[in-house]
C-alpha cells in the first residue's frame, strides 16, 4: 500500500506553524531573560530600551505598538523601569498632554551590557547556522511578515 505522506505546507497550516512559532519565542525570551537576570531587566523592558536607542520608540503610543500591549500595561511597564532608575519621562515640547521616554546615565551605562546579552541569547539559538542559513531564514520570516500584512 502506497500512503500518501501529507505536504509540509498542509502540517504546517495544520497548526504546526503556529505551534513551532510559538516554541522558538518562548525559547528566545527565555534566553534572553537569562541572559538579562543578571542586569535586572526583563525581555520587555530590554525592548523598551532598544526602542529608544534605535529611534524606533519614545512615546507610550510607540512602544505599545511594539510591543503589543495596551495603555495600561505599558505604563505599569514604564513605571517598573523608571523605578529601577534607567529611564525618565519628560513633557513631549510638541504636545504637552503626553511624554517623551529617554534613557537616563545609568540606562545608558547599561545598555550595551543589555545589548550584548541579547545577543548572546540570539546567537545560541542559530548556532550551527551558516551565514546562508541565517540570512535564509530572515527572508522566509519577512515574507510570512508581509504576507501578513495583505490580510
Same mark, same amino acid.
Given at each position: ?28 525570551? /527565555?534566553?534572553?531573560? %537569562? ?8 525581555? !520587555? ?15 507610550? &503610543?510607540?512602544?505599545? %505598538? ?6 495600561? !500595561? ?8 523608571? +523605578? ?13 498632554? &503626553? ?9 545608558? !551605562?547599561?545598555?550595551?551590557? !543589555? %545589548?550584548?546579552?541579547?545577543?548572546? +541569547?540570539?546567537? %545560541? ?6 551565514? /546562508? ?12 511578515? +508581509? ?5
Amino acid at each position: 500500500m502506497n500512503a500518501r505522506k501529507p505536504s509540509v505546507i498542509a502540517e504546517l497550516s495544520s497548526g504546526e506553524l503556529g505551534f513551532l512559532v510559538t516554541d522558538v519565542r518562548n525559547q528566545l525570551l /527565555a534566553g534572553v531573560e %537569562r541572559e538579562l537576570e543578571p542586569l535586572q531587566i526583563t525581555a !520587555a523592558q530590554f525592548v523598551v530600551l532598544n526602542s529608544i536607542m534605535s529611534g524606533k520608540g519614545r512615546t507610550l &503610543s510607540e512602544f505599545c %505598538r511594539l510591543l503589543g500591549y495596551d495603555s495600561g !500595561a505599558m505604563t505599569r511597564l514604564l513605571d517598573r523601569i523608571e +523605578a529601577k532608575g534607567i529611564i525618565r519621562r519628560v513633557v513631549n515640547p510638541t504636545d504637552r498632554r &503626553s511624554f517623551i521616554v529617554e534613557l537616563t546615565e545609568q540606562g545608558q !551605562a547599561v545598555f550595551p551590557q !543589555a %545589548r550584548k546579552g541579547t545577543e548572546v +541569547a540570539i546567537r %545560541r539559538l542559530l548556532a550551527g547556522f551558516s551565514e /546562508a542559513d541565517a540570512q535564509t531564514l530572515r527572508g522566509m520570516l519577512r515574507r510570512i511578515l +508581509a504576507n501578513a500584512a495583505e490580510v
